[in-house]
Every structure is written in C-alpha cells, then in structure tokens.
C-alpha cells in the first residue's frame, strides 16, 4: 500500500527502484520496458566488464553487451529465478561465444582492474599493466575464461558453473590455478 505511504511513493517515483530483480523481470516478462530499463541500469557495468574482458576490446566487448541485453529482453520470459547477475552473465558468456565461434578468432584479455598503490609513476603502471596482460595471455583458454568470470566479473564459482555448464570442481580449479599461474608470472617479473 505504497500509496499510503506517502514516504515510500516518493522513493519509488524519485527513480530509486526498491524492487528486487526478480520482480522487475516479472514485470519485464509482462512486458514493462521500465522495469527491464532497470534491470539493465543495475547490471550493465557488469556485463559490459565482462564482455570487454572476454574480447579483450571495449568496441568489440560493447557490442556484446548489447546483443546480450537484446537477448535477454527477448527471453525474459524464461528467467525462472536464482541470482539475475547469473542469468545475464550466462546470455553474455553464450553471446561471446557465438561471436568467437564465427570469427574463429584467439582470446585476447585487457585486464583494467588494477589497484595501484601511491608513489607509482605513470610509466610503472602500464608496465605493470602490459606484464598483466601477458600473464594472462600466457593461462589456458579455459583458466583465462575462469578468472575473467570468477574475478573479474565477480561471479560466485557455482554461477560461473552456470554460465558456462562447466562442473564447479572444474570451475574452481580453473580459477585457483589460473590466479596462482598470475600470481607466479608476476612475482617472476618483479623479481627480474
């Protein structure tokens, strides 16, 4: 009874969404474009990291992203619960997939997410950047895709299971070997 409440009304007509995704992509599926420009609002950054990290390109990562949204909307009708992030993180992973398989083209990662610490010049950065990225060019295909969801996208290792119908022991020894075969390289870059 929100419209007793005048102090929720406000809240709700301000644009702060309270609803949780799985009641926006209800709405969505019943064909409200508002809820589903919200639930795109909340989860673009996402899916466009991710996107941009598997392609290794902000063009081409973008492009993704879009087409993964333009999915999703197309198929909201059949998201059935569980965590939202989940279900679009797979539509995009699929999505990558289906470009990689046409251009038969190699994976190549920019990882941007970086912490630098104070006291670094500019030209220390992106040394450390390019020796990360050579780092992650140098883990299998499947540790890369591993870290990159599990990392970079911030999926919990049962979505990421999810996302790419890989078993979840598979996922997590991806993940623990690719972050320790990172770890390595970088440690052996420093060092020399």
Sequence with gaps: MAANRPDLWIVAAGGNDMRTDPDLAADAARGSESAYAELVRRHQARVRGMARRLTGTASDGDD????TFLTAWQKIGTYVGGTFAAWICTICYREFLQVRRRQKMEIAFDETAEIIPFGRTQADTANDKMDLSRA????????RICVTLCVAAGLSHREAAEATGWPLGTIKSHVNRGVAALRKHLAATEVA
Aim: aromatic share 0%; charged share 25%.
């Design 64 to 67: 993704i992203a879009q087409a």
């Design 136 to 143: 992650l060019e140098k883990l299998p295909e499947a540790q």
